[in-house]
């Protein structure tokens, strides 16, 4: 067999996939080698759609998703999407063809490599047939065990070589990380003397929900989580919900009178923390990470513990003695239930005959779409809105992909979402401008036939940028543009809604055979200005 097809053979065996791609020439053996071992392949209209689409399923599944791009052109489509992936430690590989190092003159032939560590993903290259096999599994190995996007370039004189067949291959998933019991002991000390004690759990905390929520109980802690780890505690009374620029004004002046935060798989980050101003001027500061240079990398700690969240929580929970009230009472479990979530009280209608406030479009969505869905996010100034208002049945029912801040991967992100979790409702939440940007992939989600809401706030216009910088819009302003013809243009059921009793068509679609995506115009008012943009960009 062609290296090329021995690479895809030994990424089947080892379960790697599902696969999204565009297919040129330099990734045409690779791909089929991959389909031929088993692994799904979804065709994208753009590589950055494929490279989101496969960090959102990794994200939902906790699989190794691949990417297939040709050479040189392919590669740079991709880099947004990679570099989000990158970023967020999505573990996901990249298969890329290379240019011959003997064609330097060759029109696809850039430095592939420094692009791809540009973005913080890792370089890999697979090198002749007798070292193809342990690259390609190297290059797995570092994306499962490292939580790394790999991207292995596979040159295409190496690839058209002849290579024997894999033997038996396996990677085994990387241990948890035992925690550090020093550690442990100083984060229950620290518990112990703590009347307000607050858990924010982050990405890394995923899966550990009930450990984090017997320790919170045990210590009478409340329960908050970053963005992208929301939905985690959905289910639980103490639930403060999304910590930082997303949370409500409830949830925001609880944590800030924690005298203890204790982030869990949590960066504790400047969006999480609302650029510090949710950490009191007395609130003393505990991580929990598996890697070592997380712990205090954004701001300084009282106490770090090296290991895996649900570990370290059961125990602290082993160490702690008699159960203590801690921040709970039944006056603030009353409370958090009615205020701790974004709600129409929080706010003025100010919808008009022809424009919808975009809450309130948010909140009657979120009572019209069935509570199972995923939700999926784009970036952009509406953001908060789908965010704080569309609830999810867990951490696996909200994909957040922006540690980039690029505006134009919701769409493929809810692609993702969607394949990772068929059981779910996939709804995508996007801006006028991210639509148009991405809008290619539309097509994709019809014919993959996927029961998508594409809900699109549009104001025709950045908005983040003609809401929160002075000066001439006319470059951040456009035209109208009716999104819902476009959607049925593409096969959609296109709807367009200016008032709330426009939303009836959403429920006629819902009770219908769901078979192609509706796209939801939402012509909404202006709002002057998200609040949770104001803290974004603070400093500009």
Known sequence: MLVAELTGTVLARLGAGPVFGVIGSGNFHVTNALRAGG?????????????????????????????????????????????????SRTPMLVLTADTPESDPLNNFRIDQDALVRSVGALSHRVRSPETAVAETLHAYRTALHERRTVVLNLPLDVQAMQAPEPGTVSVQPAPAVEPDQDGVAALADLIRAAERPVFIAGRGARGAAAEIGALAYACG?????????????????WSLGISGGFASPLTAELITGADLIVGWGCALNRWTTKQGKLIGPGTRLAQVDVEQRALGEQR??????????????SAVLGRLGQRADGYRSPGLRDEIAARARWSPAEYTDESTETQIDPRTLSAELDRILPAERVVSVDSGNFMGYPSAYLRVPDERGFCFTQAFQSIGLGLATALGAALAQPDRLP???????????????????????????????????????VHHFRGNHATVRFPPTDIAAIGRGFGCTGVTVR???????????????????????????????????????HGH
Not at 221 to 237: I, M, Q, Y
Not at 509 to 523: M, N, Q, S, T
């Open 427 to 465: 709804v995508a939440a996007l801006g006028d401008g991210g639509f148009h940007m991405a809008v290619a992939d539309l097509e994709t989600a019809v014919r993959l036939h996927l029961p998508l809401v594409v809900i699109v706030y549009n104001d025709a216009a950045y908005g983040a940028e």
């Open 39 to 87: 692994v799904e392949f979804y065709a994208t209209r753009h590589e950055c759609a494929a490279a989101t689409a496969a960090d959102a399923y990794a994200r939902m599944s906790g699989r190794v998703t691949i990417v297939s791009t040709h050479q040189g052109c392919g590669l740079t489509n991709a880099m947004t999407g990679i570099g989000e992936a990158a970023k």
């Open 221 to 237: 802690a409340l329960l908050a989580t970053s963005a992208v780890a929301n939905g985690l505690f959905h289910d639980n009374p």
């Open 499 to 537: 008032t709330v009793a426009d939303l009836a068509a959403v429920g006629e679609w819902l009770d219908g055979p769901r078979d192609a995506p509706l796209v939801i115009d939402a012509k909404i008012t202006d709002d002057g200005g998200s609040w949770w943009l104001a803290e974004a960009f």
């Open 300 to 313: 300084p700690i009282d106490v770090g513990v090296l290991g895996d969240s649900g570990l370290t929580a």
